[in-house]
């Protein structure tokens, strides 16, 4: 019996849990990358990678898309590729444009011209939106923000939503924070449990601030559900708020310290007209119970406990 292709667009953590749990259904797996020398750290970690195939792609060249899609005939395509932080994304404004728009609207037009039933799943980010209350649903404002990659992920979302016309099967998944050991060392909560592990002082931007955390094992079940139902647009998130004083009390109190002494404030991490609350709105999560019976179990202190542990 023939195994269903999924094709992985990017070789980052996202597409790495997600490969490890598509394994578990016995199906194939092809993660692209722009480059092959590339040490792929994330599947030997998850000890998954001699189990995957590999294949050099670059999103924005059209020919080499059609290379992959001819040779391979995947039925799901995830697009987790991109330039991911919103800080870089200043002086990286041209990369986060290609590697985002670019790259979707060139997988969206082959799709087109094919009449594919290819279903095709875009991760984005919840920063898209700019909420009432500080909390997110899909019928939320578009943010004003002039940051790039945030401006570029609100138009792919909209890209998205303009090529379903076409009756092509297209996702948005719009994520929160998703947390893992294999995160940069410098994402806020893996940042935290470091110093607070090896006895170190940390240095912190606004720590008054709420936002929604999920585990990463979590998340990529989710999406593998939705990926089975019909082409729609998702808010993936635990609707639980987390604030940076309660990350920084419960990570040091792990190892019996007083937080309180060992953190300086910087304000060269702060954001411009950062929101004091940004977390998915109940209604996602309830929809996520409802539709799949799942629940995020993995939240607030019991997430900071287990990243602590996994360093």
């Given at each position: 019996?023939n195994?269903?292709?999924?094709?992985?667009?990017g070789s980052g953590v996202?597409g790495?849990?997600?490969?490890?749990?598509?394994l578990?259904?016995?199906?194939k797996?092809i993660?692209?990358?722009?480059?092959l020398?590339n040490?792929f750290?994330?599947?030997?970690?998850?000890n998954?990678k001699?189990?995957?195939s590999?294949e050099?792609?670059?999103p924005?060249?059209?020919?080499?898309?059609y290379?992959?899609?001819?040779?391979?005939n995947?039925k799901?395509?995830f697009?987790?590729?991109?330039?991911s932080s919103?800080?870089?994304?200043?002086?990286?404004k041209?990369?986060?444009?290609?590697s985002?728009?670019v790259?979707?609207?060139?997988f969206?037009?082959?799709?087109?011209?094919e009449?594919?039933d290819?279903?095709f799943?875009?991760?984005?980010s919840?920063?898209?939106f700019s909420?009432k209350?500080?909390?997110i649903?899909l019928?939320c404002?578009?943010s004003?923000?002039k940051?790039?990659?945030?401006q570029?992920q609100?138009?792919v979302?909209?890209?998205?939503k303009?090529?379903?016309?076409y009756?092509?099967?297209?996702?948005?998944?719009v994520?929160?924070?998703i947390?893992?050991?294999?995160?940069?060392?410098?994402f806020f909560?893996?940042?935290i449990c470091?110093?607070?592990k090896n006895?170190?002082r940390?240095e912190?931007?606004?720590?008054n601030?709420?936002?929604?955390?999920?585990?990463?094992?979590?998340v990529?079940?989710?999406?593998?559900?939705?990926?089975?139902l019909?082409?729609?647009?998702?808010?993936i998130?635990?609707?639980?708020?987390?604030?940076?004083?309660?990350?920084?009390?419960?990570?040091?109190?792990?190892?019996?310290?007083d937080y309180k002494?060992?953190?300086?404030?910087?304000?060269?991490?702060?954001?411009?007209k950062?929101n004091?609350?940004?977390?998915?709105n109940?209604?996602?999560?309830l929809?996520?119970?409802?539709?799949?019976?799942f629940k995020?179990?993995?939240?607030?202190?019991k997430?900071?406990?287990?990243?602590?542990k996994s360093l």
């Open positions: 019996m195994k269903r292709v999924n094709l992985i667009i996202l790495a849990y997600l490969s490890a749990e598509l578990k259904n016995n199906e797996i993660v692209t990358s722009r480059n020398n040490k750290s994330n599947y030997k970690y998850l998954i001699k189990k995957l590999f050099k792609l670059n924005g060249n059209k020919k080499e898309i290379k992959i899609l001819n040779k391979y995947p799901k395509i697009y987790f590729s991109g330039q919103i800080p870089k994304s200043i002086k990286l041209k990369a986060t444009f290609s985002h728009y790259g979707t609207k060139n969206l037009e082959i799709l087109k011209k009449k594919s290819t279903k799943l875009k991760a984005n919840g920063y898209i909420p209350k500080g909390l649903n019928d404002k578009y004003t923000s940051n790039p990659y945030i570029t609100k138009e979302f909209k890209l998205i303009k090529y379903r016309k009756k092509l099967n297209l996702f948005n998944l994520f929160m924070q947390e893992s050991p294999i995160r940069p060392n410098d909560i893996k940042k470091l110093a607070a006895k170190k940390v912190v931007g606004n720590i601030t709420f936002r929604d955390y999920s585990w990463i094992t979590e990529v079940r989710v999406i593998l559900k939705i990926s089975n019909k082409s729609k647009d998702f808010i998130s635990a609707g639980k708020k987390l604030s940076g004083i309660e990350i920084l009390k419960t990570a040091y109190n792990l190892n019996k310290l002494k060992y953190f300086s404030i910087n304000k060269k991490y702060f954001r411009k950062e004091k609350l940004l977390i998915g109940s209604k996602n999560s929809m996520l119970k409802k539709k799949f019976n995020f179990n993995i939240v607030e202190k997430l900071i406990r287990k990243m602590y």
